[in-house]
């Protein structure tokens, strides 16, 4: 298993996860740092891991580009715990059982149910991380270097469109 940390606390060098049980799920959320003068944020994506199966599940700024695609959503877009360019990926939280099994199913209906699947701007979302912490819904607070993570939250409050609070 690998090693768990509390929210916020990170585990770096995990390389791969070990194998889980064919009946069960886990979730597991990572994330990679970007590059140049981004490289204060990070990139967030969950993995489903059903047995030997594993899908990473992720937004990518660019529609369409890879694996399988709906618009911006993107599954297997790249290696499970494939890094950004040059930043390694690390690993932040782990999900099983009943909690790992609700995440999946509203992830994997993400491509019908996800109402930015069209639209990704970096500032303020919805991006990659508006995207996790929507699978999320509250297990899980993105830390603030998981820039766009509040997108959803403040549209939920009666954001505007460029997911600015209305007064």
Same mark, same amino acid.
């Given at each position: 298993?690998?090693?768990?940390?509390?929210?916020?606390?990170?585990?770096?060098?995990?390389?791969?996860?070990?194998?889980?049980?064919?009946?069960?799920?886990?979730?597991?959320? &990572?994330?990679?740092?970007?590059?140049?003068?981004?490289?204060?944020?990070?990139?967030?994506?969950?993995?489903?891991?059903?047995?030997?199966?594993?899908?990473?599940?992720?937004? &990518?700024?660019?529609?369409?580009?890879?694996?399988?695609?709906?618009? +911006?959503?993107?599954?297997?877009?790249?290696?499970?715990?494939?890094?950004?360019?040059?930043?390694?990926?690390?690993?932040?939280?782990?999900?099983?059982?009943?909690?790992?099994?609700?995440?999946? +199913?509203?992830?994997?209906?993400?491509?019908?149910?996800?109402? &930015?699947?069209?639209?990704?701007?970096?500032?303020?979302?919805?991006?990659?991380?508006?995207?996790?912490?929507?699978?999320?819904?509250?297990?899980?607070?993105?830390? &603030?270097?998981?820039?766009?993570?509040?997108?959803?939250?403040?549209?939920?409050?009666?954001?505007?469109?460029?997911?600015?609070?209305?007064?």
């Amino acid at each position: 298993m690998p090693p768990t940390s509390p929210p916020g606390k990170r585990v770096t060098g995990v390389k791969s996860a070990p194998k889980v049980e064919p009946q069960s799920v886990a979730v597991e959320l &990572w994330a990679a740092r970007l590059p140049g003068p981004f490289r204060f944020a990070e990139h967030c994506w969950l993995l489903i891991r059903r047995g030997d199966q594993c899908d990473r599940w992720e937004v &990518w700024q660019a529609a369409d580009v890879g694996g399988e695609s709906w618009g +911006h959503v993107h599954r297997n877009l790249m290696a499970p715990t494939a890094g950004i360019r040059n930043h390694p990926a690390y690993f932040l939280h782990r999900w099983c059982e009943h909690e790992a099994a609700r995440i999946a +199913h509203r992830t994997e209906a993400a491509p019908d149910s996800y109402p &930015w699947c069209g639209t990704y701007r970096y500032v303020p979302g919805p991006n990659s991380n508006t995207f996790v912490q929507w699978c999320l819904e509250d297990r899980y607070r993105l830390s &603030w270097r998981s820039v766009g993570a509040g997108y959803a939250r403040r549209m939920r409050k009666g954001g505007s469109k460029n997911g600015l609070v209305k007064k």
